[in-house]
């Protein structure tokens, strides 16, 4: 395999999770400016993420808001990186915390489709360290093979 592709492969990795933090990163940032209204959390649970033999357990919960005498039904914590643990009882203990059901919620909804919602607008921190790695990764991908070709 020639170094170009070599770096190329290497870097796609790097290329394709920049490319999700970016997205995630707008959209938590357009979130920011969205209109609130007021909600109730409902059901909440933990659910198991990941690849293989390696587990995490993420908080879900929906919620209920009403725009313009309308209701709808949301999911979304966040943009971003949403809450997770490799510990049940962590996501667990993290959802009681702070959506325990029944709980009332300001709701951040698109004007533009209110049924386009989220509980936490803006962007975690962790949306933009990923943003860095990416970067570093698909740099560093790109690079290393050509460095180091004698």
């Known amino acids: 395999m020639t170094p170009v592709a070599q770096s190329a492969l290497l870097a796609l ?7 999700h933090a970016v997205r995630q990163r707008r959209r938590g940032l ?3 400016s969205w209109p609130v ?7 909440g649970s ?5 690849l293989g033999d390696i587990l995490r357990f993420r908080p879900y919960l929906t919620y209920t808001y009403c725009v313009n005498g309308t209701w709808y039904l949301g ?8 809450p997770e643990s490799f510990l ?14 029944g709980r009332a919620v300001q709701v951040a909804y698109n004007p533009a489709d ?4 989220v509980l936490q607008p803006g962007v975690p921190v962790w949306t933009s360290t990923l943003l860095v790695l990416a970067v570093l990764l698909g740099l560093g991908g790109a690079l290393i093979p050509l460095v ?3």
Not at 114 to 117: G, N, Q
């Open 88 to 101: 049940p009882w962590v996501a667990g203990w993290w959802l009681d915390r702070h959506y325990p059901k």
């Open 30 to 32: 357009l979130a920011s």
């Open 37 to 43: 209204a007021p909600g109730v959390v409902g059901s």
């Open 46 to 50: 933990i659910r198991e993420v990941g």
């Open 114 to 117: 209110p049924a386009d919602a």
């Open 13 to 19: 990795p790097g290329i394709g999770l920049a490319l």
């Open 148 to 150: 180091l070709v004698p």
């Open 75 to 82: 999911d979304r914590i966040r943009f971003g990186a949403t």
